[in-house]
């Protein structure tokens, strides 16, 4: 498999630390809120990531975080607490937010086909191992204590922004909302990783510390969480491009001044979903989330294939034209493999083949696009309908798109096409035998379909037919 890695601004073969196996992470949702299209555009290629890695075999371990503390309302550190936000906005606990929007967030997965990471850690539940972190960290001289806070001291690094040679203004693009400077940061860009005093007094969660009653900062989660469950050495670390700064580069700083070695080797950013006014983003207050397309009668499927037909380093931009297109040609694309006959059984041998055309297409760069066009290449191809099948049900487990599933109302709509064409056809029979005053024949027409459930009626505007 090819991946672009954001840490050499390559496509690179992948090789992972281990033979066959994969340590991945993603940053999780900060669950203060629905998670927004956008956000899902993420999640959607990152489960095409894992999903084409275990295809090609790896054996792969997933790990994501939940962000339920420490995720102010600037990226760098400034405002409030988003979940005390949430909290605040829906007279509610933080927790009782955490849950209701973590819940949610695992039922829009599911709706998208979206599988759960093999392990799912919420920030809150690992407070110990984020303080053993920074306790090493001072110990080191890594980090210092100022104004009451524990910061991290990113002049002690050679190299502090590691994704390639974007000057310090393009960085700070990933910065959302308003920054005002700390007066307490030795340097520009330090970065908290414990609280104890904070502008905001009312911060709901906080926890005794060495350094006092207090919370973590944002970064230091995704550290500690996956060094938690994978060790010293990852493979490969995935997140929406808004997370290269500051959150991976400060990830980054930490864990490698923690841990004294290389900590991952690829990077994957997915880049921008955007509405035609910019950016999608929960801060902006209205956001289009899986629940709305739902009530707008879209199928949440339409949109994981509306993804699936650009590329993951492409921003993307969504309109409902656009969706309404994705959705007619996703429908037609199933209703194809509906037709497909599923007598006989399928070639071996093709199927094979068809899969190593997928990974070599689709595992060039997740080119999901490329996974899209196989489909229909499989559908032209010269094979039988059982083996065209067989194939598209194994891409389907990247795709996920559920192509061979029936949809219950389109099957329903068929049966009845085919149950109107029979009784059509019976009542032309019936009128002719009566026309030929064959009325033992015409009697026995009624009986035949009043046997299959259907009554026929003369009436002045001709014959009518009901269940019975
Ligand atoms: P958050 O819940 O804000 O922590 O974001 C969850 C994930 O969604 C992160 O990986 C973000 O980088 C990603 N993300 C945020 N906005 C967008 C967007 N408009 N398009 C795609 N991904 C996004
Ligand atoms: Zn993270």
């Known amino acids: 498999m090819k991946i672009y890695n954001t840490l050499t601004r390559k496509k690179e073969d992948f090789v992972p630390n281990v033979e066959g196996k994969v340590n991945m992470y993603t940053c999780g949702p900060t669950v203060y809120h629905f998670a927004h299209i956008g956000n899902l555009r993420s999640y959607i290629m990152e489960d095409v990531l894992e999903k084409m890695l275990r295809y090609s075999d790896y054996d792969v371990k997933r790990v994501m975080n939940i962000t339920d503390v420490g995720h102010l309302a600037s990226d760098a550190d400034t405002g409030e607490d988003k ?82 040679n974007q000057s310090e203004e393009e960085l700070m693009v990933g910065v959302r909302d308003d920054v005002t400077e700390d007066e307490n940061k030795k340097n520009k860009n330090d970065f908290v990783l414990w609280f104890t005093k904070s502008k905001f007094e009312d911060q709901a969660l906080k926890w005794d510390s060495p350094w006092g009653v207090g919370y973590p900062g944002w970064h230091i989660e995704c550290s500690c969480i996956s060094m938690k469950h994978l060790g010293e050495y990852m493979d490969i670390h995935c997140g929406g491009v808004d997370n290269m700064f500051p959150h991976h580069t400060n990830e980054i700083a930490q864990s490698e001044a923690y841990l004294g070695h290389k900590w991952c080797n690829y990077w994957f950013h997915v880049h921008h979903l955007n509405d035609q006014s910019g950016k999608m983003s929960k801060s902006k207050g209205e956001f289009l989330t899986v629940s709305l397309l739902e009530e707008k009668g879209y199928d949440p499927l339409a949109y994981r294939f509306f993804c699936l037909q650009s590329h993951y380093r492409k921003p ?6 656009a969706l309404d297109q994705a959705t007619g040609t996703y429908k037609k694309l199933k209703k194809r493999i509906a037709d497909l ?52 049900e194994s891409y389907d487990y990247v795709l996920s798109i559920d192509l061979l599933k029936e949809d219950a109302q389109e099957a329903a709509n068929d049966v009845d096409a085919e149950l109107e064409a029979y009784v059509l056809a019976k009542i032309e029979e019936r009128k002719a035998a009566k026309k030929e005053k064959n009325f033992a024949l015409a009697d026995a027409i009624r009986d035949e379909l009043l046997e299959k459930g259907i009554v026929i009626k003369d009436t002045r505007e001709g014959v009518v037919w009901e269940r019975a």
Not at 365 to 389: E, F, H, P, Q
């Open 341 to 392: 006959s599923k007598e006989g059984t399928a070639d071996e041998n093709a199927v094979k083949e068809y899969k190593a055309k997928f990974v070599e297409a689709v595992g060039n760069d997740m080119n999901t696009s490329m996974g899209i066009t196989l489909v229909y290449d499989v559908l032209k191809a010269d094979l039988d309908d059982v083996t065209k099948r067989a194939i598209i």
């Open 316 to 321: 993307l931009i969504f309109s409902f034209d």
């Open 83 to 164: 979940m005390l936000k949430g909290a605040k906005r829906e007279n509610k606990t933080v927790m009782e937010i955490a849950k209701f929007y973590t819940d949610a967030f695992f039922s829009d997965c599911a709706k998208l086909n979206i599988k759960t990471p093999d392990v799912v850690e919420p920030a809150t539940n690992c407070i110990d191992n984020f303080i053993e972190m920074i306790e090493k960290l001072l110990k080191d001289g890594y980090a210092y204590q100022a104004g009451e806070n524990i910061y991290f001291d990113t002049s002690k690094l050679d190299t502090y922004y590691v994704f390639g």
